[in-house]
């Protein structure tokens, strides 16, 4: 049956076009309205019935979409999941007349404010402000004391991922304190090993190390670090060899360095990260009040369902007032895999 047939495509103008070429091919047959009779030959030889016949079944067709035209299921992926949505909108916290807003940065501003500005009564926060703006100045070694725009650049980011992903953000181990500690210290053992030079050192390698020392202070920017120490071995003159007591404390700056470039991998977007949960906290109690859903977020609520709260694929036909036998999905290179996973339990169900 027509109900039973959903077709899914990525824009409104794709949807729109597929419906056209849909009704024009079954009036062609319904009337025998062919321009080229090779076209009419191909049409009939892939549906393997007599013309008289293909034009019965097209006519009843036409009349049963003229009666059930809401049965004509063609839409984009994100219409087809804000239905999904709005059959279960109680399960997200929403109104079954709740709102799809495109732009989120509005949003997201608004409660980076509201959580800056709840700081200043919370302990908690305050204190983890403290460590955020430790971090920024020290680990990542950003100039200025107005961090606000670089940290929602960077929530609008996290946003963006959570959601095509529909995964959380977390917080990798390690503090910021450990990243200083551990910089302050190689800063010293590389000092320390400039006054221990081998005559037959390499002359660019030693300057660079020299010029490092001079330019920088204990808790420097990684990316300032001489060429040099990124590798294991003393960078010596041709055919020269380093004293072992050198080439020991060499080896020892190069394997603390290498160290502590993972530990700030690891937790460079350790306070964004916390920062984002702290956000998103906000953000989930200002668009509930305003009972809306971000398009952006449609695809990782519509999972939530199927995980969080359970919801069965015959549950979401319950919903939906319908049941879908026949799945077509146009340009399926272009379906995300959260998409996917959305569309999955129920192509599996079908099958």
């Known amino acids: 049956l027509l109900k039973n047939i959903l077709a899914i495509t990525f824009t409104n103008k794709a949807t729109l076009e597929m419906k056209e070429r849909i009704l024009e091919l079954l009036k062609k047959i319904a009337l025998d309205a ?50 999904l949505l709005l059959g279960c909108a109680l399960n997200i916290d929403r109104s079954a007349s709740f709102k799809i ?38 680990v990542e070694n950003r100039s200025g004391w107005f961090p606000r725009e670089d940290i929602l650049l960077l929530m609008q980011s996290l946003f963006r ?86 080439e020991k404390i060499w080896k020892k700056v190069h394997s603390d360095l290498k160290e502590l470039i993972e530990l700030d991998a690891a937790i460079t977007y350790n306070p964004y990260a916390k920062f984002f949960q702290r956000l998103l906290i906000s953000l989930q109690e200002v668009s509930k009040k305003e009972d809306l859903l971000f398009l952006e977020e449609l695809n990782r609520k519509a999972r939530l369902l199927f995980g969080q709260e359970g919801i069965t694929v015959a549950e979401v036909y319950y919903r939906l007032a319908t049941r879908f036998y026949h799945y077509l999905i146009d340009e399926f290179q272009d379906t995300s895999v959260l998409q996917w996973r959305n569309l999955e339990i129920m192509v599996e169900e079908a099958l």
């Open 161 to 246: 991922l959570s959601n095509k992903y529909g995964k959380s953000i977390k917080a990798g181990q390690g503090k910021s304190s450990e990243v200083i500690k551990k910089k302050k210290y190689i800063y010293n053992q590389i000092k320390e090993m400039s006054r221990q030079f081998p005559e037959n050192l390499n002359g660019a390698a030693k300057k660079h190390i020299f010029s490092f020392i001079e330019r920088n202070d204990p808790i420097f920017d990684i990316s300032s670090l001489p060429a040099a120490l990124k590798k294991p071995d003393p960078a010596m003159n041709k055919r020269a060899t380093p004293p072992v007591s050198f």
């Open 101 to 138: 807003k495109r732009d989120y940065q509005e949003h997201l501003s608004y409660c980076l404010d509201v959580v800056i500005e709840q700081a200043k009564d919370n302990p908690q926060d305050f204190e983890f402000f403290q460590e955020f703006l430790e971090h920024y100045l020290f």
């Open 34 to 83: 062919f321009s080229d009779k090779n076209e009419e030959k191909e049409i009939l030889n892939l549906l393997g019935v007599d013309k008289k016949l293909a034009q019965k079944k097209a006519q009843a067709i036409i009349d049963e979409l003229i009666r059930h035209y809401n049965f004509f299921q063609i839409q984009t992926i994100d219409s087809f999941i804000n239905g």
